[in-house]
């Protein structure tokens, strides 16, 4: 299902947030908390790139990816 890029983007800003919050909660970044919610974020973004490739193209500067 591919949503709007601005839904999606909000989307991957919360769950890049939520992946500090568990980040900083264990120690080790290869907890699988932390790896799951990692594989969310990419799926997201994967989502995101998806739906500027249909729904029409950004700037480098908006892409959530690029931080």
């Known amino acids: 299902m591919v949503h709007n890029p601005e839904t999606i ?6 769950a890049r947030q939520r992946l500090y919050q568990i980040a900083n909660t264990h120690a ?10 990692s594989m969310v974020l990419d799926e997201l973004i994967n989502e995101y790139n998806k739906a500027i490739r249909i729904h029409g193209k950004t700037t480098r500067d908006e892409s959530p990816g690029i931080r």
């Open 28 to 37: 080790e970044l290869w907890h699988p908390e932390v790896i799951r919610q």
């Open 9 to 14: 983007q909000e989307c991957i800003e919360k």
